[in-house]
């Protein structure tokens, strides 16, 4: 973007510096000259909108593919999240059932014993 500025300027300055230097040596008459900076101005009104025509499409093109490969990391950083929120819960599940059977082995060789209640989840 910051090169696109200076080729911008370079035009811009290029063009004011060659019609000045244009109408401090011309030859012709005031109607060509005149002429002869009309059609230079337009030339250089050409370049400058067509640069900005390119531009302005390789702006946009940018941003729609920074659009998606931000969309593409998004999806993968939320399926990885997704995986490892089931994995932790995989775990969780694993441990409370271990924990279920370990109360239930509790509470089983407790009954009919004077030993004091374990915890019960």
Excluded: W
Excluded at 28 to 36: E, H, I, L, M
Excluded at 38 to 65: C, G, H, I, R
């Amino acid at each position: 973007m910051a090169n696109t500025g200076n080729t911008l300027l370079a035009l811009i300055t290029g063009a004011a510096i060659g019609a000045g230097i244009g109408i401090l040596y011309a030859p012709d008459s005031g109607d060509k000259t005149r002429k002869k900076l009309k059609d230079e101005s337009k030339k250089a009104q050409d370049k400058l909108n067509k640069k900005y025509v390119e531009t302005s499409s390789n702006l946009t093109e940018k941003a729609k593919q920074a659009r998606v490969d931000f969309e593409t990391r998004l999806e993968e950083t939320l399926s990885s999240a997704s995986h490892k929120a089931d994995d932790i819960l995989s775990a969780m599940e694993t441990k409370l059932e271990e924990l279920r059977k370990q109360n239930a082995k509790l509470q089983k060789d407790g009954d009919g014993k004077d030993k004091p209640n374990k915890a019960v989840v």
